[in-house]
């Protein structure tokens, strides 16, 4: 028995150590707590076969050349399982009228973690809690290329300032693509769990996922298919909220989120930062005019990132931690706070997979570095 647990924990150091060559990565702790989720997702034979996979999608007959102990149905039978089960990616093409399945790897967020939508427990939600705190946001802002980036809610952007398409929350749905599909916040769900609900909203369906994703998560149950006014009618309630609108770091992203300060695994991580916003992909800021503030705290209380405080009776913003989302605008009754554009517009990767490869080629120069220093 005890060989068999030794030879289980070295099939989940294996699977550990491949998921972190791939571009969202997934390092090591001393607690061993990143094996723990694991072994909560994977069973020891679903890690072997995990093992080859990787980020770019293979076809079912290339991956069984690897794993020639199953046969093509079996092999494709156990695919599916850990696919519907949230552990890998799959996509199904058409080609010359034949519907042929690729599978691939899934990190573990955005992926893993967001796919336990349905069968999350509190067990699986602190480890992962505990291991965003030890190492994963570590690794996260290492590369200072975010997965998400953050956009201003609608009407906080004086309409004499441009703004371009992609932070333009309404424009971004209305040229999105179908289907869109909505499904609950994963990171409020989790904390409803432990017992500890969001302070800010009591929305939960609140989360977007588009295209290829929308269909993901339709296929698995995971979230239901919406109209675009649907869709902007969840996001105004969202903004009315407070929550922050995270979408892809994409010109074309394939998600939405939206975020609060108590719940959000990034945005509760980043808050605990001295200087947070260098870490957030945004072309904004706030800033108060100091002879229109009547010093309410308002602005204050709405910040999801403890950006803002009232000192003698005026609100100043710390830039160091705002990241430009808007959230404190619409409800300053003097009009006092506003959104302005940073000089060098950060321009996104055009798609979700040209952001994946930029994380990539950054991880290999930093390992580069490393290796000659």
Not at 65 to 92: A, C, H, S, T, V
Not at 146 to 167: F, M
Request: proline residues 4%; hydrophobic residues 35%; negative net charge.
């Amino acid at each position: 028995m005890m060989l068999m647990n030794e030879q289980g924990l070295e099939i989940y150091k294996k699977l550990r150590q491949h998921l972190d060559n791939q571009p969202v990565g997934y390092p090591e702790t001393e607690s061993g707590v990143e094996i723990r989720i694991l072994e909560h997702l994977f069973t020891p034979e679903q890690a072997e076969i995990a093992l080859t996979l990787g980020f770019y999608p293979d076809k079912l007959q290339k991956i069984h050349r690897k794993l020639k102990k199953y046969g093509l149905e079996e092999l494709e039978q156990k695919l599916d399982e850990m696919y519907f089960n949230g552990l890998i990616n799959r996509g199904i093409r058409n080609e010359n009228n034949i519907d042929i399945k690729y599978y691939a790897s899934a990190p573990l967020a955005i992926g893993m973690f967001e796919y336990q939508l349905n069968r999350l427990k509190p067990e699986f939600f602190k480890d992962v809690k505990q291991y965003f705190d030890e190492a994963f946001m570590e690794e996260y802002n290492r590369i200072h290329i975010p997965q998400l980036r953050t956009i201003p809610i609608e009407q906080t952007v004086d309409h004499e300032q441009t703004i371009a398409t992609y932070d333009d929350l309404k424009k971004v749905i209305e040229t999105i693509g179908g289907p869109i599909a909505v499904a609950e916040c994963i990171c409020r769900k989790g904390m409803d769990l432990l017992g500890e609900s969001c302070k800010k909203t009591d929305l939960r369906e609140s989360c977007f996922s588009f295209r290829t994703a929308a269909k993901l998560y339709i296929e698995k149950g995971l979230g239901r298919e919406v109209s675009k006014e649907e869709a902007l009618d969840i996001l105004k309630k969202a903004q009315e909220d407070g929550l922050v609108l995270q979408p892809g770091n994409s010109q074309r992203p394939m998600n939405i989120c939206t975020c609060c300060g108590c719940c959000c695994e990034v945005l509760t991580h980043q808050s605990k930062l001295e200087e947070p916003a260098q870490f957030f992909a945004t072309n904004f800021y706030a800033k108060v005019d100091p002879n229109e503030c009547i010093g309410c705290g308002t602005c204050e209380e709405r910040c999801n990132m403890d950006a803002v405080h009232v000192e003698d009776a005026i609100a100043e913003v710390n830039l160091a931690r705002c990241i430009g989302c808007g959230v404190c605008v619409p409800t300053c009754t003097s009009e006092a706070i506003k959104l302005y554009k940073r000089e060098g517009e950060t321009v996104p990767p055009k798609n979700t997979i040209e952001t994946y490869m930029a994380i990539m080629d950054k991880k290999a120069e930093l390992a580069r570095i490393e290796k000659t220093n």
